[in-house]
């Protein structure tokens, strides 16, 4: 597992540094949620009589969300105003950034349920 050294934390925080980037890293993790709950909703509509699925799938998106929290966490370990006293709005605009790539990428994943997947590699019991 690669680790995130201090320097490295720096840059991640130097590189989110605007007030306008903020707004739009946060506009689109709120997007991209949106995105994920209508992609989930599609999947337990189309699903819909696949119970055992449908349950497994409710708790691989809570353990998503808990897995994208303690992530995000792992990245800035310190208190949150050591962040914050240190590099202002910094803190927020890159943890939204970060969110918003994890939950893009979940989006994906989540789209392989609803359109298919053309790997065909491993076949599921549902698509």
């Known amino acids: 597992m690669k680790k995130i050294s201090f ?10 540094n605007s007030s306008e980037e903020y707004r739009t890293n946060c506009q ?3 997007a991209a ?3 994920m709950i209508s992609v989930h909703k599609e999947i337990m509509t189309k699903y819909k009589s696949e ?3 449908l349950k497994r799938l409710q708790d691989a998106q ?3 969300t808990q897995y994208k929290d303690r992530h995000i966490r792992s990245l ?6 050591y962040y ?10 890159c943890k939204c950034k970060e969110a ?13 349920w609803h359109e298919g997947s053309d790997q065909g590699e491993c076949p599921t019991s549902i698509i």
């Open 33 to 35: 949620d949106l995105e």
């Open 100 to 112: 918003t790539r994890l939950t893009q990428l979940r989006v994906k994943e989540l789209r392989v």
């Open 62 to 64: 809570v353990y998503w």
């Open 76 to 81: 800035y370990p310190l208190d949150k105003k």
């Open 51 to 53: 119970e055992r699925f």
């Open 7 to 16: 320097i490295s934390l720096l840059i991640l925080i130097y590189a989110c």
């Open 84 to 93: 914050e006293v240190n590099y202002g709005n910094t803190y927020n605009q």
């Open 28 to 30: 689109e993790l709120d």
